[in-house]
């Protein structure tokens, strides 16, 4: 018997000041019944300390592993839970205080078995961190929230913000990807199990993401990379979509070299490529009031994409 409504489960890499700052959320929340289960992996700074910290705050459990990845560190995560479902975020995530309340409801209302939600920027993030957020959830870059679309049977639920029931667990075995795309892999093999999996939107997390561009490359280097590797599992799930940022930056090369050869289809494409960045410019200031992020925006947008494409490619070329 589950002792606790909701077990969260939360992989830690190297990263004690953004779990404190993700268990200082989780004191916040308004509904009461669940537990922590952090799961070390691997770190040379750990957040050990922090279980003394918050233990008299919630129930947490502390697990400290070799280093294997996300994927296997959540699984084992699930073998200590005592919850009725599983709640998984990533450690760079702030919770508002009402989540529980909107996801037990919603689960009671419609019975999911898995589910997603959106992720956000709190205003306290840095102008860098929002603008990368908003390329994440743009639609004018490969956004909406990443596969978010409401119908049942199209949303694939993203590992830092999803959940799945005991039941969900116990027929799926949990994550089988170590790293890159484990989310998606899984959320595959949740439908074909013929689970209810749905998005809650109003069920959403500040997520940080990374705090420079370097950082954001790699990230969504690694995104094409998995998105690749799903697509060898299964086949059919390589869209068209999953290839425009790869032609976006094959694109951006052949135009590149077409500033000595012709000139003048180099000036055709700068106009249209122009035209893009304005557009990305002006709903960056628009989405968050701020011509800062704005110009952030154009630069997160460059990065997101072609670091996508290229490791998109990168895999597809192996």
Request: aromatic share 14%; proline share 4%; charged share 20%.
């Amino acid at each position: 018997m589950a002792s606790f409504q909701f077990s969260i489960i939360v992989p830690v890499y190297n990263r004690p000041e953004e779990a404190d700052e993700l268990l200082r959320s989780l004191t916040l929340q308004t509904f009461k019944d669940f537990e922590v289960v952090i799961v070390e992996d691997g770190s040379t700074r750990t957040c050990r300390h922090l279980v003394d910290t918050y233990a008299s705050l919630f129930s947490i459990q502390y697990l400290f592993k070799p280093n294997s990845g996300p994927g296997p560190s959540r699984n084992q995560g699930f073998a200590l839970a005592k919850g009725a479902y599983f709640v998984v975020f990533d450690s760079d995530c702030i919770i508002p205080p009402d989540y529980l309340q909107i996801v037990n409801q919603a689960i009671q209302q419609e019975h999911w078995d898995a589910w997603g939600g959106p992720d956000k920027a709190h205003d306290d993030f840095t102008l860098i961190q929002k603008a990368m957020g908003y390329t994440m959830a743009s639609f004018l870059t490969t956004g909406g929230i990443r596969g978010g679309k409401q119908q049942l049977g199209s949303f694939q639920p993203r590992s830092f913000n999803m959940g799945l029931s005991r039941k969900a667990f116990e027929l799926t075995s949990g994550f089988k990807f170590d790293r890159f795309a484990e989310d998606i892999e899984l959320s595959i093999r949740l439908k074909a199990a013929g689970l209810k999996v749905g998005l809650i939107p109003e069920a959403f997390v500040y997520h940080k993401r990374r705090t420079n561009f370097h950082q954001f490359f790699k990230q969504v280097f690694n995104f094409g990379k998995g998105r690749v590797l799903v697509g060898k599992k299964y086949p059919h799930e390589i869209k068209l979509t999953h290839w425009i940022p790869a032609l976006f930056t094959l694109g951006l090369g052949v135009w590149l070299l077409t500033a000595l050869l012709f000139p003048m289809l180099f000036k055709v494409g700068l106009l249209g490529i122009g035209f893009y960045l304005c557009a990305i410019l002006l709903h960056g200031i628009f989405t968050y009031e701020s011509i800062a992020v704005g110009l952030l925006a154009v630069p997160a947008a460059l990065i997101q994409l072609t670091g996508y494409g290229l490791g998109f490619l990168s895999e597809k070329l192996k």
